[in-house]
């Protein structure tokens, strides 16, 4: 008995995005030819794949048996993949990217740059998304590439599926609503701010849980009156006096910074790295742009002005 992987190839999508309709929409299938694949899958391996949770389906212990073997057998054709890659002459396809909004402002660039001449044939597309949508993106196979970034205390989760590769570190600095003044000594000048307005990326994100728990250790619950992801929308609003912000030292891409800044308590920085799928790392369109990246990173990190 053998199966057919495209098949399996279907059972594994569903594991990782969810519903029927979103295995659907990703390959531009119909929900109803989702479903008969899977049931064929069902008839070829003899065991129940999927049982009823309320309005959706889940997978059986037997289903999850499957997808495992099927991320093993995906592994190694990525890694034939890379092979066959490496071993021709000059890079061509299109490799898929995904970063968060100051390395898509910052190092992207840079990177692509640095790409276009010495790989010309290669195509990068590049999409603006921040690591928690980003990373199950990547298993998914929605991205070949993702920048990621960790705050102190707050590192994603590690799978067994993604190889992470390290950027640098960008320091985390409290920037001062434009018209205020605050001590020079970390603590002080962050206790200084606890009756401002903040700026402060989404609930829920690790950004934000960093940040929070940073000023409830320096004694007060912090007042955020501005919810964004855009950390220019956060340098904005402090150079027009509205808000105290946490900001990266990338967010000033190597300018002098337009507000006042001071050090924070323990001198946090928040940790850049690469993600790809394991097995993809070999690809010499990978490596070529964790290499260009890497240049990038080390040239926007050690630029004057921070």
Do not use: N
């Amino acid at each position: 008995m053998t199966y057919d992987l495209h098949r399996l190839r279907l059972l594994r999508e569903l594991k990782h995005r969810g519903t029927l309709a979103a295995v659907a929409a990703a390959l531009s299938y119909s929900p109803s030819t989702v479903s008969q694949q899977l049931s064929r899958l069902e008839a070829e391996t003899g065991v129940r794949l999927l049982e009823p949770a309320g309005r959706r389906v889940r997978l059986t212990a037997q289903a999850e048996i499957l997808v495992a073997h099927t991320e093993a057998v995906l592994e190694r054709l990525e890694r034939a993949e890379a092979d066959i890659a490496a071993s021709a002459t000059g890079l061509t396809g299109t490799l898929r990217v995904a970063a968060f909004q100051t390395a898509a402002l910052v190092l992207l660039p840079a990177a692509l740059t640095r790409l276009r001449a010495a790989h010309p044939h290669l195509r990068v597309h590049l999409t603006q998304s921040e690591p928690e949508q980003a990373l199950p993106a990547l298993l998914a196979r929605d991205f070949d590439l993702v920048v990621t970034e960790e705050f102190p205390g707050r590192p994603h989760p590690r799978t067994d599926g993604a190889d992470h590769e390290p950027l640098g570190d960008d320091p985390l600095r409290l920037a001062l609503p434009a018209g205020t003044d605050a001590p020079s000594a970390p603590a002080a000048a962050l206790r200084a701010l606890a009756g401002r307005p903040w700026a402060m990326e989404p609930e829920g994100s690790a950004a934000r849980q960093w940040a929070v728990a940073l000023c409830r250790e320096a004694g007060f619950e912090p007042d955020v009156r501005f919810e964004s992801p855009d950390l220019l929308l956060h340098l904005r609003l402090a150079e027009q006096g509205h808000a105290a912000a946490f900001l990266p030292d990338l967010v000033h891409a190597g300018r002098t910074p337009s507000v006042p800044l001071r050090t924070l308590p323990g001198g946090p920085v928040r940790a850049l790295s690469t993600a790809v799928r394991r097995g993809h790392g070999g690809h010499p369109a990978i490596r070529a742009c964790r290499a260009a990246l890497r240049e990038a990173a080390d040239a926007a990190l050690a630029a004057p002005g921070r």
